[in-house]
């Protein structure tokens, strides 16, 4: 018999997942904030600021490589009645029991994995990883793939505030 807490982690799975999905073909583009867009949808009521990272390096063994990737992108969603939700896409499958090291100008913090997503661990990381990034300048991600690429991705956060606060808005 399968728990009440494994079926509600497999169900908040499936829902993450077609978010996910649903955020990277959404054509509901409403605003542009310098380098962060904002998209909406109407079923389910979902809002997101997403942009993709302004410098990409790729290395394996220390050594700068070639690899092809998919969409490359930081994610902040909301849904009416919750706070914002932080995920994140390297293109890739990650290298499984790994995370994602994060790094606000210089400020570390962790992202969890599971296939080609990441994310913080609670609601208290998400809440602790938005604030720092209203306050931030630029956001480092460091992955490791599964074939051991290591990838480092810097988005700039020049309108994310901003894109934040208008993705927050329209989803209350």
Do not use: H
């Amino acid at each position: 018999m399968t728990s009440l807490f494994g079926r509600l982690a497999v169900l908040a799975a499936i829902s993450f997942a077609t978010t996910m999905a649903n955020a990277q073909e959404s054509t509901n583009r409403v605003a542009t904030m310098t380098d962060w867009n904002v998209f909406t949808e109407e079923e389910p009521k979902e809002c997101w600021g997403v942009s993709k990272p302004k410098e990409t390096v790729n290395t394996r063994d220390g050594q700068p490589v070639s690899v092809r990737r998919g969409d490359i992108l930081l994610f902040v969603t909301f849904r009416p009645g919750k706070p914002g939700e932080i995920s994140f896409t390297g293109g890739y499958p990650f290298a499984g029991g790994s995370t994602v090291e994060v790094a606000i100008d210089g400020q570390p913090y962790q992202l969890f994995t599971d296939g080609e997503w990441a994310w913080p661990g609670s609601a208290e990381d998400d809440a602790a990883l938005l604030a720092a990034l209203k306050g931030g300048t630029t956001a480092v991600m460091t992955a490791r793939s599964g074939k051991g690429t290591q990838t480092v991705d810097t988005f700039s956060l020049r309108g994310f505030t901003a894109a934040m606060e208008d993705a927050g808005t329209r989803c209350q």
